[in-house]
């Protein structure tokens, strides 16, 4: 049974123009996803989706082997399932510790704090800043801090929605090693990423999005090596 | 010497009893301007609701105004939460104009139950010379003042150590940042929104009661202090609780020692300009520094 899947997703900000236009994905447990696609294709819009933020005009999302088509974002983030936005990831004028904190607001205290223990074990620069606004900080740093406070809850699903843009190549290599890193302590990871070499050839499945509709679909690795995606999506 | 004692007893300490009574519905303003994105045009009327509920406590069980403090508060904010579920809640998805408008409505409703309820004319909390206490031989300040000011510090602390080190105190100033991550991060909007009428709603009623037992209570009281209370607001940046604190402060005092006779022995301004004082700095702030006193963030 699939940790999470999108079945014939018809979805859309308001009531009636809808952005997805029957989308299908679905991720096994200790899977790495990556969805690609060029701007505007509805990767986002489907993340968003799936946590609950949009308007579904048609099709089921499903959870393990519940139906959570229409559940608020408060709920899903109950059901162990974490996800890190594209854009207004942080709470700016927040302290980075009140950050993490916040991504442990429904666990019970002494879990926020062997959280807090294991993500300044995981992104040690974090432990310096603790005290310091997240607003302040680079943009790396403020990735991190995203990154940081959606695995308080320990989550056995992680979205991430771009976490390597505006990122130097070095920052995104460690950015993709450290998904490996949380992949191998048991959750799976949805990404979507621009950088869509990178991120399929870690992922054991991928899917190229175009115009809310799917295109293609496969293992990281054939999708990278299939000519025809290479060319339009993965720049040749 | 002399001076010094007209100034500091006739000037200085009513700008800073006035000052600490904007505060307290500056903190309100902005709190839930942070949280639901609106300007709350009846917060006014909601002090002077404040100030009626310790009123009808007072005549009850003839307390101190003080002792009437927490009934008030407690009174003030189940109105808070009711307007909010009937009023408010069925127009959150709309522009927060609506609501702002609709909160104009709000104003009016209040200020003519109370006068349905309590008539036009003016009431006393309590009566007769009021007690006073010397300092250093010299200054004599009334017993009402030293109460206003010390509670409205103590509430300043309360809210201080609220917003800073509980659970919810966080969720407020996360929902204030970014309401969508918010959610995302499983804190429930609604709930944090009832909790901060709440909060806005008590301090108003302290402002209320403050406001009554310093002068009157009457019906306008409360929607005459919209502009001084927007005022301080503003000047310490919308969203921002610390900002309104010192805010309040600026504009109680500033009112104040605007009627100073700083040259010579007429007074500065007269006292009859005092409103246009609190205006004055609005507009201003608005031109030069939208976003208050220390600057930063506010969409
Ligand atoms: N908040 C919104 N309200 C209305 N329409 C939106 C909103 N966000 C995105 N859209 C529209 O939805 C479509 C898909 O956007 P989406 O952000 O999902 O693309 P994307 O694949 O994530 O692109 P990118 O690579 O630029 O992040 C676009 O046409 C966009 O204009
Ligand atoms: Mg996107």
Redesign the interface.
């Known amino acids: 049974m699939s940790l999470l899947s999108l079945e014939g997703i018809v979805a859309g900000y308001g009531p009636d123009v809808p952005i997805l236009h029957g989308v299908n994905l679905h991720l096994d447990a200790g899977e790495i996803v990556a969805i690609v696609g060029p701007n505007g294709a509805g990767k986002s819009t489907a993340m968003k989706a799936a946590f609950g933020l949009l308007n579904i005009h048609e099709g089921r999302i499903r959870m393990g082997d519940e139906d959570v088509t229409g559940k608020s974002p408060e709920s899903i983030v109950r059901k162990g399932v974490s996800f890190v936005p594209q854009t207004e990831n942080i709470f700016p004028s927040l302290t980075v510790q009140e950050n993490l904190e916040l991504g442990g607001y429904f666990s019970p205290r002494s879990h926020v704090r062997a959280g807090l223990e294991r993500i300044y074990t995981l992104f040690p620069p974090l432990r310096d800043k603790r005290y310091q606004k997240s607003g302040c900080l680079s943009g790396g740093q403020r990735q991190m801090v995203a990154m940081g406070r959606a695995l308080m809850p320990d989550p056995t699903l992680m979205l991430l929605d771009e976490p390597t843009a505006g990122l130097s190549p070095k920052y995104a290599e460690e950015i993709f090693s450290l998904v490996l890193g949380i992949n191998a302590n048991g959750t799976s990871v949805l990404m979507v990423e621009q950088n869509a070499r990178q991120a399929l050839m870690i992922s054991n499945r991928g899917y190229v999005l175009v115009d809310g509709r799917n295109r293609h679909e496969g293992p990281g690795n054939d999708l990278v090596r299939d000519r025809e995606v290479a060319e339009m999506f993965l720049g040749g | 010497m002399d001076q010094l004692l007209v100034f500091i007893n006739a000037y200085l300490v009513p700008g800073i009893v006035s000052g600490s009574i904007y505060a307290l519905g500056a903190i309100g303003l902005t709190l839930l301007f942070g949280v639901l994105r609106f300007t709350h045009f009846a917060h006014g009327d909601v002090m002077t609701a404040g100030a009626y509920f310790a009123l009808t406590a007072i005549g009850l069980f003839g307390l101190h105004p003080v002792l009437a403090l927490p009934i008030a508060m407690v009174c003030t904010s189940a109105l808070c939460l009711c307007i909010n579920h009937f009023f408010y809640r069925p127009l959150m998805r709309r522009p927060s104009l609506v609501l702002t408008i609709s909160s104009f409505g709000i104003a009016l409703m209040i200020r003519a139950s109370i006068q349905l309820l309590y008539g036009v004319e003016s009431h006393y909390y309590v009566r007769g010379i009021q007690r006073s206490t010397d300092f250093l031989g010299t200054f004599r300040i009334v017993d009402r003042h030293i109460w206003i000011v010390c509670c409205a510090i103590v509430l300043m602390v309360a809210l201080h150590l609220l917003l800073t080190y509980t659970?919810l105190g966080?969720?407020m100033?996360?929902v204030?940042?970014?309401p969508?991550?918010?959610?995302?991060?499983?804190?429930?909007t609604l709930a944090i929104v009832k909790a901060t009428w709440v909060i806005g709603g008590s301090l108003a009623a302290v402002a209320g009661v403050f406001l009554g037992w310093d002068g009157f209570i009457q019906a306008n009281m409360g929607w005459d202090l919209l502009l001084p209370m927007s005022a301080a607001a503003i000047l310490g940046g919308l969203g921002r609780p610390y900002g309104a604190m010192v805010g309040g402060l600026v504009i109680g005092l500033a009112e104040e020692l605007s009627s100073y006779p700083w040259f010579g022995g007429d007074a500065l301004l007269s006292p009859g300009y005092k409103t246009g004082v609190a205006f004055t700095i609005m507009v201003a702030m608005l031109i030069w520094r939208p976003n208050g006193l220390f600057g930063?963030?506010v969409q």
Do not use: H, W, Y
């Not at chain 2, 969508?180 to 429930?188: F, K, V």
């Open positions: 659970r966080k969720a100033r996360a204030s940042d970014s969508e991550l918010a959610r995302l991060t499983g804190i429930s930063g963030r």
